[in-house]
């Protein structure tokens, strides 16, 4: 079959079956382009492509100097795509079952003491509309542990403030209950209450919860040099991003003694290793995990 072809059915395949996001399901016709560059040199079609082929592919990938973790990544992406063709019976099985991912060096992620988190949220100047926004952000990023996308996609709709709880739209339009602390929901109030008021909202932008002064969604660009700007002030020498907040509070629950599983549940992971199923864990225990474990609880 023509690449294009097959290129337009695996993005809808991604889309509709496997749920993908819009940057995920990119990576992954990223990665196809690249098979497909190897397989005109070697002048293969994708149906003809064998297991041997792919071995080539890999050592033609490597030749670039692409690291093991990005190697990793392209080899699922080219597994991903022939499961597709195997389900389309495009292929009788899949070439790629019999390859093997590279070892991959496990990377510890930055982690924030907890009293560099308190510096960083007590550096905003609360005398500014900003500064009391961008307080309420870094309190909902620590306290309930969001990606920044989930951050910036937060809806008014979703807020349970009443009882403590929130809705998030994770990874693959999943959505998942994520309890927070009273001490983000006090600063959440002070924001929605007397500083989003103030703002201009554009149409249709009406239910987001963080908005910028043009009132616009903040964009994740946005909200990464906010973080820089208040580590720069507190001179902190480590390098941060909003994902810091994440890795902070799931590392901090973790030291405080909280269950692995809760944990893994509140971050949106589907599975603690990629052996271990996910487990569900009711909303009192997650609650009672945060009021037990969290440094801001």
């Keep these: 079959m023509d690449w294009d072809i097959l290129k337009k059915d695996f993005k809808r395949y991604l889309l509709l079956e496997r749920g993908l996001s819009e940057n995920s399901i990119a990576a992954y016709l990223n990665d196809l382009n690249k098979l497909q560059q190897f397989a005109e040199i070697k002048k293969l079609n994708a149906a003809d492509i064998r297991t041997q082929?792919?071995?080539?592919?890999?050592?033609?990938i490597n030749e670039f100097a692409i690291s093991a973790f990005s190697q990793a990544r392209l080899l699922s992406g080219i597994k991903t795509f022939y499961t597709f063709m195997t389900i389309e019976r495009h292929v009788a099985t899949s070439p790629a079952d019999l390859l093997?991912?590279?070892?991959?060096?496990?990377?510890?992620?930055?982690?924030?003491?907890?009293?560099?988190?308190?510096?960083?949220?007590?550096?905003?100047?609360?005398?500014?509309?900003?500064?009391?926004?961008?307080?309420a952000i870094l309190e909902v990023l620590y306290g309930c542990g969001l990606r920044v996308?989930?951050?910036?996609?937060?809806?008014?709709?979703?807020?349970?403030?009443?009882?403590?709880?929130?809705?998030v739209e994770g990874k693959g339009n999943k959505e998942r209950l994520v309890p927070i602390g009273k001490q983000a929901i006090h600063h959440l109030r002070i924001y929605l209450d007397e500083i989003r008021t103030a703002v201009k909202i554009k149409p249709g932008k009406e239910d987001y919860v963080f908005l910028n002064r043009r009132g616009n969604p903040l964009s994740r660009v946005m909200v990464f040099l906010i973080i820089k700007e208040l580590a720069k002030r507190i001179d902190l020498k480590k390098e941060i991003?909003?994902?810091?907040?994440?890795?902070?509070?799931?590392s901090h629950l973790v030291e405080g003694g909280a269950?692995?599983?809760?944990?893994?549940?509140?971050?949106?992971h589907e599975s603690i290793t990629t052996t271990e199923i996910y487990t569900h864990i009711d909303r009192e225990y997650l609650h009672s995990v945060i009021n037990q474990f969290h440094p801001r609880s």
């Excluded at 991003?241 to 799931?250: D, E, K």
């Design 259 to 268: 269950d692995l599983r809760a944990v893994q549940d509140m971050l949106g």
């Design 53 to 60: 082929d792919l071995q080539e592919f890999l050592q033609w």
């Design 149 to 167: 996308s989930e951050l910036c996609s937060l809806k008014i709709s979703n807020l349970f403030l009443e009882v403590e709880f929130i809705k």
């Design 241 to 250: 991003s909003p994902h810091t907040f994440r890795h902070s509070f799931a």
């Design 100 to 135: 093997e991912t590279p070892r991959l060096a496990r990377k510890i992620p930055a982690v924030l003491a907890y009293h560099e988190i308190d510096e960083l949220i007590g550096a905003n100047d609360l005398s500014t509309p900003e500064g009391v926004r961008n307080k």
